[in-house]
């Protein structure tokens, strides 16, 4: 019988041992599951969209591109960028994309404006966040080649199928139609600029 009552007791202690180490454990899986988002886009995002800039920043991406519209670029690849449907459950692609959205130079935490509510941007924002990392600070030349007189050497046609659709190692899909003609509109001003100056 006494035998039995150990066992019984052995048991109970074991229960009440596990039942308090998965309470214990909870909030440190949900920090691990939190950090993990943030980890997967420094391994797999910021190379292109980081310091280098090779891709356009989060801030710009954010500002321009609903949490869908990021989903779809992320799964399909676009451009230079590859397809990541093979490499994201659904949900991490949904997370990354919320994420983006977060890091956007206009986004409010509090309002989670959506992007065709925000305050457009001008000719000369977009160019300084989507062409200085690749053509320079004053779009003399670098990554990319210089573009000062684009608007010399291309007709706005031309301009805007490349800013549309990409060229050589340019990605197309940077910006839209609109923001492509603030773009165009912005270089013809550099135009003028850098050739009174010259």
Known sequence: MKKHVYIIFFITLCLIGCTQKEKTELPKKEKVQKESIEQIVSNNCLTCHGTNKVGPAFTDIGSRLTEE?????????N??????S?????ETVKQIAAYVVSQSSNYSLNTNTPPEKRTPLTGRDIVQQTCTACHGGQLEGGVGPNIQHATETYSNEELMHILINGKGTMPGGIVNEEEAQEIITYLKLVHEETKNQE
């Open 69 to 77: 519209e990021i989903q779809i670029i992320i799964k399909n690849g």
């Open 79 to 84: 451009g230079a960028m590859p397809a990541f």
């Open 86 to 90: 093979d490499s994201f459950e659904p």
